[in-house]
């Protein structure tokens, strides 16, 4: 009966270690969900403070394709 115990003890804290480092995606954005260039300089940093991430997360920066465009910038640029 204690081994049934223990068993199930060891499955939980393994699911919770698996479930807990996942890397999750942070959508950034106002309530539409939609990238906007921010109404006061620390709007980001606010909504950052909020956040608590880790390495391997992503941001997801949605925007309106109509109006606005992105580039990738890489290293060397």
Same mark, same amino acid.
């Given at each position: 009966?204690?081994?049934?115990? @223990? /068993?199930?003890?060891?499955?939980? %804290? %393994?699911? +919770?270690?698996?479930?807990?480092? =996942?890397?999750r995606e942070f959508v950034v954005g106002s309530e539409?969900?939609?990238w906007a260039v921010p109404s006061? %300089?620390?709007?980001?940093?606010?909504?950052? =403070? $909020?956040?608590?991430?880790?390495?391997?997360?992503?941001?997801?920066? $949605? @925007?309106? /394709?109509?109006?606005? /465009?992105? +580039?990738? %910038?890489? =290293? =060397?640029?």
């Amino acid at each position: 009966m204690a081994s049934v115990k @223990y /068993s199930f003890l060891f499955s939980a %804290v %393994v699911f +919770l270690l698996c479930f807990l480092s =996942e890397a999750r995606e942070f959508v950034v954005g106002s309530e539409n969900n939609l990238w906007a260039v921010p109404s006061f %300089v620390d709007e980001f940093n606010k909504w950052a =403070e $909020k956040t608590r991430f880790q390495i391997g997360d992503s941001l997801v920066l $949605k @925007y309106d /394709s109509k109006t606005d /465009s992105v +580039l990738e %910038v890489t =290293e =060397e640029d």
